[in-house]
């Protein structure tokens, strides 16, 4: 069943419900959101792995949707990155953005430009036109690109583990805080509406939700990133 580009993204930024919106990303630290934005590039790519490329009857428009979240997540990469202003994640990066444009014309092919800022752009109209081959050359399981994506992704994830760059600092009566439960806000279907609840929560327990749900990913409930 084909999901919405917001509901893609959805699942790829489970475990941080704040990176998947452009209300739920405002105001939360750098760091944060670039480690979920890494675990969830990686779910796109892996989505794009595992679609059956072989099936000539397979929905075009979750093809289609597939990729127009996997640009998304990629360009809040980008963006959370450049927040990040470490020497070491713009090298990490700058070895990304290579690995792509490197891919430029076969991206061409279905769609997807490289801009000058590394961003990703989507031609609507060029991918409604594109081929599952042509996507399959670039994302399915034995596709070089996706794979070298994956690559870059760990070892980007394995520098900001020994650089200590990824979990945030909470003072213990936070981290007593956050052990006591409590519940996240509703961020809404990623359409920017809410679910019309009126009960407001305040931004410090937001953030110590959010270290919550980091500290459990990257203990690897969420996502494993071993090699």
Known sequence: MSLSVSGYIRQFYKGNIFGATSDGRNGQPAHSLFSADMKALRQAVRGLGDYDYSDKESDGEELANKVKAFVDTYNHLVDSAKDMD???VDRYMKNLKKLTKGKAEELSD???SVQNNGKLKIDEKALAGTGRYEVGKLFSTDAEFGSQVEKQLK????MMIRNNLNVPKQQSAS???TESGTKPPETGDGSGEGD???DVVPPEQENLKLA????KALAGSSVDYTV
């Open 212 to 215: 919550q749900q980091l500290m």
């Open 175 to 177: 981290i007593s805080q």
């Open 86 to 88: 470490d020497e070491d």
């Open 196 to 198: 019309g609840s009126t």
């Open 110 to 112: 279905i769609g997807v």
């Open 155 to 158: 070892s980007t994830y394995r």
